[in-house]
């Protein structure tokens, strides 16, 4: 048996982040305390890897409780609003790791991913052990004592900090095992999605995909009442159905059975085909649609509102009102997805470990003294473009700073 201060499972974001502001805690207070991460991938930090297409979208300059989204809206905010993206980027500056602002206040490594793991990795002292290609076999506690059997291997500790992220992306290690650990524990989950993911079309809107391919700027709408929401970005039509950036976002607010809609002229006025007819009146609607839109695009949705409302003829041939019909139409195109492509290719996870059952000050259980959850594992999810990357470190540093003090 080898007995530590702490034990985190997981190697990831959270849990790094965890190690390195509980390790250096631990060093101040002079005890000898020690730190052991035990990951189950053969190297530390995988989606971290691979995120921002190798560059790590590390935070969003933007970042706070409004781009998140829980059960219980209020409980980020503690944790946020102690370490903000400022504190990240000072972590970042002073390990030389050059950066850049991308869109929309998303900041990315000018070179790779690879620096903010190393970083990550540096951050941690020589308290701090990491263990890889260890997968949990058991938890059990015993008093005041968690013992983790991991590798053929026994560790114990008084602190054990569940870092091990959701079921999002499989094919990189990721699992469901939080969520098995909390409830053994008598934690409560909320019902794990999919959660930044492409979403799939059938029936009458099958024909959607043979646009596979074409992007073009919308505005896209889900979700009803106070969970609804709106962004305006790239959309995305796949072989399978609907993806890009707008469609990520509001995937996050949809649900099964409902629509969303999609608006492919989000700047233009209720009128903007009416006016047109008064200085085009010769022109017609899918002429109109190809100076603003991919032609693909253009010919399909102009194809669809001639079979509907006969709008194949040039503009000064057509009644006003079916002209603000179709303007109506095209700033709200009604989608009803099937389904989204699964955790298979979610970036995230929307549920997770209750919040309710956390401190939001801490991370710790409030019914079991010196479990804690952190990151993706718990029900607070963020926007794509670096939030979940906050999330994670401002949970890590929480949790971490708990367990140091």
């Not at 969520?179 to 809107?205: I, S, W």
């Given at each position: ?115 903010i793991v190393q970083m ?150 209720s009128d903007w085909l ?14 109109l649609l190809r100076e ?114």
């Amino acid at each position: 048996m080898q007995q530590y201060d702490v034990i985190i499972l997981g190697a990831g974001a959270a849990g790094l982040m965890c190690a390195g502001i509980a390790g250096q805690a631990f060093k101040r207070n002079g005890r000898g305390q020690r730190v052991l991460v035990l990951e189950k991938a053969e190297k530390p930090g995988k989606k971290i890897l691979i995120s921002g297409g190798g560059r790590c979208n590390f935070t969003n300059l933007g970042a706070g409780p409004a781009n998140f989204l829980s059960a219980n809206p209020h409980f980020a905010k503690s944790a946020l609003a102690r370490y903000t993206p400022s504190d990240f980027i000072e972590m970042v500056d002073r390990h030389g790791i050059a950066w850049h602002e991308k869109t929309l206040g998303q900041l990315f490594c000018d070179g790779s991913a690879r620096q903010i793991v190393q970083m990550l990795l540096d951050e941690c002292p020589d308290n701090v052990g990491l263990v890889c290609e260890a997968e949990v076999d058991e938890v059990v506690r015993d008093g005041d004592q968690f013992t983790v059997l991991a590798g053929g291997k026994s560790y114990s500790a008084p602190a054990l900090v569940i870092a091990t992220g959701g079921p999002s992306i499989p094919k990189m290690g990721a699992s469901d095992y939080a969520y098995d650990l909390a409830r053994q524990f008598g934690l409560k989950v909320v019902e794990p999605r999919p959660a930044l993911v492409p979403l799939t079309l059938g029936g009458d809107d099958v024909l959607f995909r043979e646009l596979s391919g074409v992007s073009a700027p919308v505005r896209a709408t889900a979700g009803a009442g106070k969970a609804k929401s709106s962004f305006d970005e790239a959309a995305l039509f796949t072989h399978k159905g609907l993806s890009g950036p707008a469609v990520l976002q509001i995937s996050s607010y949809w649900r099964h059975g409902e629509e969303v809609g999609i608006a492919f002229l989000p700047e233009a006025g209720s009128d903007w085909l009416i006016t047109a007819k008064r200085d085009r009146p010769r022109a017609t609607v899918k002429t109109l649609l190809r100076e603003h839109l991919p032609d693909r695009l253009a010919d399909a949705l102009a194809d669809r509102l001639e079979q509907e409302s006969g709008l194949e003829r040039e503009l000064g041939n057509l009644p006003d009102k079916d002209l603000r019909a179709a303007a109506q139409r095209l700033s709200d195109w009604r989608f009803t997805p099937n389904g989204t492509e699964g955790f298979a290719k979610a970036e995230v996870t929307i549920g997770g470990i209750a919040t309710g059952e956390l401190s939001s000050r801490t991370m710790e259980a409030k019914s079991i003294p010196g479990l804690y959850a952190i990151g993706e594992a718990v029900d607070v999810t963020g926007w794509l473009g670096g939030y979940n990357f906050q999330w994670a470190w401002a949970s890590g540093v929480a949790a971490g700073e708990a367990i140091g003090a």
